[in-house]
């Protein structure tokens, strides 16, 4: 996620977990982790209990069940996905094309 559109949304006073309640979260999101394995080709990512904790506390609880997922098939694609109940969102990139890089910025100066 890019930091400047996270910054945007999520809200100054959020807390951080420490001492036993961070390790109980910890080892919740790594039985979550371990529970869903993935392949070599995907992995999947559900919504941990400090991103729960967020969407609840920002009243969006249609986002508690997320499940980020990422798919690389080296040299052929690459698949971004965000799924759940009712929603999938899948963006799949083809890397079989080299696609040229954009003009230099405004006011660039090639050396």
Do not use: C
């Not at 971004?80 to 003009?103: H, I, K, S, W």
């Amino acid at each position: 996620m890019n930091s400047t559109i996270s910054k945007s949304i999520i809200p100054a006073a959020v807390a951080v977990p420490r001492g036993a309640e961070w390790a109980a979260s910890l080892a919740s999101s790594l039985a979550d982790s371990l529970a869903r394995a993935g392949t070599a080709v995907r992995q999947e990512f559900p919504a941990d209990p400090e991103t729960k904790d967020l969407f609840t506390r920002l009243n969006l609880p249609v986002s508690l069940p997320n499940v980020w997922a990422m798919e690389i098939e080296s040299g052929k694609r690459f698949v971004y996905e965000l799924a759940r109940p009712g929603r999938l969102f899948r963006v799949e990139f083809d890397l079989t094309r080299e696609v040229p890089p954009p003009p230099a910025p405004w006011g660039h100066e090639v050396k």
